[in-house]
């Protein structure tokens, strides 16, 4: 179920905003498109960051971990396999928000083979950020009751600041600053600038472009904290209180 909702959730929000917002955010790029974009940065967002912080608490309350942790099975395997549910989640997301983006929005895929290389890279960095990070706030919610009160206002926050619901370069300067200090803000960066005209580039804030570079080096950088967290705060089972 909650797969599911990871994967129709973004959907859904594309046909709505889609639908009404009709705009255009530069000559020749409608909002649609730039959404379009920001939904798919999300869907990274979503299938790691939120899909993992949420089931993981609930697997570790009901014991499932504590069992699995007590068979042969390495304990790396679980988290192979929690990688593999996030890639083909995320797969799946993806192509289904690309289809509905050219059927009803207008997106228009890349037709050269640079811009799927930085799709590529970015989706790797991205997934592999937002789910490092989401196992790392998994090891500190205690409850699994409390999961989805902590990771959904932050998943929402984070895509107003980001630029997925409005405008990068509309929004206030602190905000814009608060967005970029977390990995979805350059998610969804790295995917503007496959899916929009190279043009759009100047409309980013201060003229600075793609910045490409940079994304890679911060969503490295959550990586490693998302890891360094994980190592040291995950938990196979919680000793009940009292």
């Not at 999961?147 to 370069?169: H, K, N, R, T």
Request: proline share 6%; net charge positive; glycine share 10%.
């Amino acid at each position: 179920m909650a797969a599911m909702f990871t994967l129709a959730f973004p959907l859904l929000m594309l046909v709505i905003f889609g639908s009404v917002f009709n705009g255009t955010v530069a000559p020749g790029v409608s909002f649609a498109e730039y959404f379009t974009a920001g939904m798919i940065a999300s869907g990274a967002f979503y299938s790691g960051f939120q899909n993992l912080a949420i089931a993981v608490p609930l697997e570790r309350d009901n014991h499932s971990l504590k069992r699995l942790r007590g068979t042969p099975m390495p304990a790396a395997a679980y988290f192979v396999g929690k990688i593999g549910a996030v890639l083909v989640i995320y797969v799946a997301q993806v192509a289904v928000l690309i289809g509905l983006g050219s059927l009803l929005c207008g997106l228009r895929p890349p037709t050269s083979v640079g811009p799927w290389l930085t799709f590529a890279w970015v989706s790797v960095l991205g997934l592999t950020a937002c789910s490092l990070c989401g196992l790392a706030l998994s090891g500190v919610i205690r409850r699994s009751e409390a999961a989805a009160a902590i990771v959904s206002p932050i998943v929402v926050v984070l895509q107003f600041v980001s630029g997925v619901y409005f405008q990068y370069d509309h929004l206030p300067a602190w905000m814009r600053l608060l967005g970029s200090l977390f990995p979805l803000r350059w998610l969804a960066l790295g995917m503007r600038s496959v899916f929009l005209p190279p043009g759009f580039a100047r409309y980013e804030p201060g003229g600075a472009g793609w910045q490409h570079g940079l994304t890679a080096l911060v969503l490295v950088a959550w990586s490693a904290v998302g890891l360094a967290v994980a190592l040291r705060r995950f938990r196979w089972y919680v000793e009940p209180r009292g």
